[in-house]
């Protein structure tokens, strides 16, 4: 599906490869577009799943700034990675990676949830060329992306798939059927991340459903585990190389973060989990917090 280019909030265009310290500089540009992105989008749609969103903003980042080979160059490309938004509540995050390296026009991508637009509260595979699969019930894309990479050990392609869950996922037994399967095939073109910010839709997930010891768990289903910060960017990327590098068994990374990160009233507060609508005073402060300015604020909410 293609989009206008416009000149208001337009995507950074992508940079030549750069030594380690540059690379890592512009993830976190990157993140921080994201976030921003994603606080406008939500604005906008008077709806949606800030708290997230902004948790996972650093993961996508690393993961599209230096991980991935795909789309668009390889859209055709069976040989393409995949990545799969198992949490497809934090859409706004994917849409807003997918605008900074230009998969989708960053304007467009602002009319999250409107009707007669592709960006969907959760992903829909029909509606937007970078998305591999339709996600939004929890385990299910998780599942979808172990089928992928079963299909590519099956065919002896050295594609990889990376799926991105939620903390409170991982309380549906598909989740962990899925990572049975994959251990005992030994997909070691399998990685998972795990957005561990220890928040659910109503509380702390020990609250809920208790998930610790959870690096134990993954290891008993003999999955190659790392357990980081997942706001620390050379973390995320060393961790990354590791992952690829493994064989004869899948990889999960616990990534350690804070639900809302980067906007100061919502980190660690289950009520910004989701189905939540921003005032335009709340939207200035997190903007204002995320570094932009009078000037960007007004473009973010406004398109002026």
């Known amino acids: 599906m293609a989009f206008t280019p416009k000149a208001v909030i337009a995507a950074p265009a992508q940079q030549k490869p750069t030594p380690a310290r540059d690379l890592e500089v512009e993830i976190e540009r990157a993140a921080r577009f994201v976030r921003r992105h994603t606080i406008a989008a ?76 592709p960006f969907h509260g959760h992903p829909h595979v029909r509606d937007l060329p970078f998305v591999e699969t339709s996600t939004g019930s929890l385990g299910q894309g998780f599942s979808v992306a ?11 392609s050295c594609a990889r798939v990376y799926a991105l869950l939620g903390d409170g996922e991982l309380q549906e037994g598909e989740v962990w059927e899925a990572a049975m399967c994959a251990a005992h095939h030994k997909l070691d073109n399998f990685c998972a991340i795990i957005d561990y910010n220890k928040l659910q839709s109503d509380a702390r997930n020990d609250a809920i459903m208790r998930l610790e010891p959870l690096s134990a768990k993954w290891r008993a289903f003999d999955w190659a585990v790392a357990e980081i910060d997942g706001h620390d960017i050379a973390a995320l990327l060393r961790t990354f190389r590791r992952a690829g590098a493994t064989r004869e068994r899948p990889s999960v990374i616990i990534a350690n973060t804070i639900k809302g990160k980067g906007v100061a009233y919502m980190e660690n507060m289950p009520a910004w989990h989701g189905s939540v609508k921003l005032t335009r005073a709340q939207a200035e402060e997190a903007l204002e917090g995320l570094g932009a300015n009078r000037k960007e604020i007004r473009e973010y909410l406004d398109g002026v």
């Not at 509540?89 to 949830?113: E, K, N, S, V």
């Not at 172990?146 to 002896?156: D, E, S, V």
């Open 42 to 117: 939500i604005y906008r749609a008077g709806s949606g799943h800030p708290g997230g969103a902004l948790s996972c903003a650093d993961i996508l980042a690393a993961l599209f700034g230096a991980e991935l080979n795909l789309w668009p160059n390889t859209v055709a490309d069976p040989d393409r990675d995949r990545f799969v938004l198992s949490k497809g509540h934090a859409a706004p995050a994917l849409y807003a990676i997918g605008a900074h390296h230009g998969y989708c026009d960053a304007t467009a991508a602002l009319a999250l949830r409107k009707i007669g637009s």
């Open 146 to 156: 172990l089928g992928m990479a079963m299909g590519l050990k099956l065919r002896n």
